[in-house]
Nanobody, 125 residues
Framework: QVQLVESGGGLVQAGGSLRLSCADSGRTFDRYIMGWFRQVPGKEREFVAAIRWSTSSTSYADSVRGRFTISKDSAKNTVYLQMNSLKSEDTAVYYC??????????????????WGQGTQVTVSS
């Protein structure tokens, strides 16, 4: 059973940075596509970024491209989301997700199989 645990959320001022982490101590992600999504109350869960573990190919939502970077550390079996130049509209609960098939560019959360518990990111203006 995949168990994803996110960390790194918090409160930051607009223009600041945060780095989110996602790990599963029980397995490696070699066969997975790892994604980050975010959700605010009353709205659907929104794709942020994804990375294919085996090739490191990445995909980003237009709203974060150039500000956010998804990366991985194979030795630590951890995927990261580096968020720079944060804006108030980035405020959301951020979720790590994993799937074993499909395209890295897929944006639908319904196609992801495993989810973390989420971590709150609040950007104050």
């Amino acid at each position: 059973q995949v168990q994803l645990v996110e960390s790194g959320g918090g409160l930051v001022q607009a223009g600041g940075s945060l780095r989110l982490s996602c790990a599963d101590s029980g397995r490696t992600f070699d066969r997975y596509i790892m994604g980050w999504f975010r959700q605010v109350p009353g709205k659907e869960r929104e794709f942020v970024a994804a990375i294919r573990w085996s090739t490191s190919s990445t995909s980003y939502a237009d709203s974060v491209r150039g500000r956010f970077t998804i990366s991985k550390d194979s030795a630590k079996n951890t995927v990261y989301l580096q968020m720079n130049s944060l804006k108030s509209e980035d405020t959301a609960v951020y979720y790590c997700a994993a799937k074993t098939s499909g395209l890295v560019s897929t944006t639908s959360p319904r196609l992801y199989d495993y989810w973390g518990q989420g971590t709150q990111v609040t950007v104050s203006s």
